[in-house]
């Protein structure tokens, strides 16, 4: 049981890359979540799902997209990454309160 | 005014000192409430959750004070495996499913 797991670990991107980090969870949980953490500011909250095939936006959602075509899997895209992106990105799962995280993903953007 | 709220530190403390962490939320319609606790460059994770009649789990102890919006955090004995970073959180009335608002966090720092 691997709990929540992303995908990659650490990324560095130049100005106007994209990519994709993958979040996937082995506990059938129904609500997964994508945060980022920069310093002094706290975790806030990206994009969430409550379901295969719906999302929403959260806190910060503007540059981001995210898709939840299967359960066990949440990814979130940088179209056009900007510096402002360098963040650690964390996911997360939940059938309850308790949310679960992955270990996180380190994201440069020069 | 920020919807989760901490003193930062940090709490630079002795190995057996009792330590008490503060938090207030701005939302009267939050409905639950928790402690995380987050290493360096780690993962959050659930130290405990927080319940109005309070409830203690070994040397940790959590209150809530719905009246106030005040939620604590007493560590007794501190340990050098302590040391980390914790985060006061809060459901957020406003989203779907268990969206939550954390706090920035408060830094311990326990020493020998």
């Known amino acids: 049981n691997a709990g929540v797991t992303q995908t990659p670990k650490f990324r560095v991107l130049k100005t106007g890359q994209s990519m994709t980090l993958l979040c996937a969870q082995d506990?059938?949980?129904?609500?997964m979540y994508w945060y980022r953490q920069d310093p002094g500011m706290g975790l806030r909250l990206i994009h969430y799902?409550?379901?295969?095939?719906?999302?929403a936006k959260g806190e910060v959602p503007d540059g981001y997209n995210v898709s939840r075509l299967k359960k066990q899997n949440f990814l979130l895209g940088l179209e056009s990454a900007a510096p402002s992106q360098t963040s650690v990105y964390f996911c997360a799962s939940s059938t309850n309160n308790e949310q679960f995280f992955g270990p996180g993903t380190r994201l440069t953007v020069l | 005014r920020k919807e989760v709220e901490q003193d930062p530190g940090p709490f630079n403390v002795p190995e057996g000192a009792t330590v008490a962490f503060n938090c207030t939320y701005s939302?009267?319609?939050?409905?639950?409430f928790f402690w995380y606790r987050q290493d360096c460059r780690k993962e959050p994770k659930l130290l405990m959750s927080v319940y109005s009649s309070g409830n203690e789990d070994g040397r940790f102890t959590a209150q809530l004070n719905r009246a106030s919006q005040y939620i604590s955090l007493l560590i007794r004995d501190s340990k050098l495996s302590d040391s980390a970073t914790y985060l006061c959180v809060v459901t957020s009335p406003n989203q779907a499913g268990t969206a939550l608002i954390f706090g920035k966090g408060t830094t311990l720092s326990v020493s020998s």
């Open positions: 939302n009267s319609a939050s409905q639950s």
């Open positions: 799902s409550v379901g295969e095939g719906t999302t």
């Open positions: 506990m059938n949980h129904e609500y």
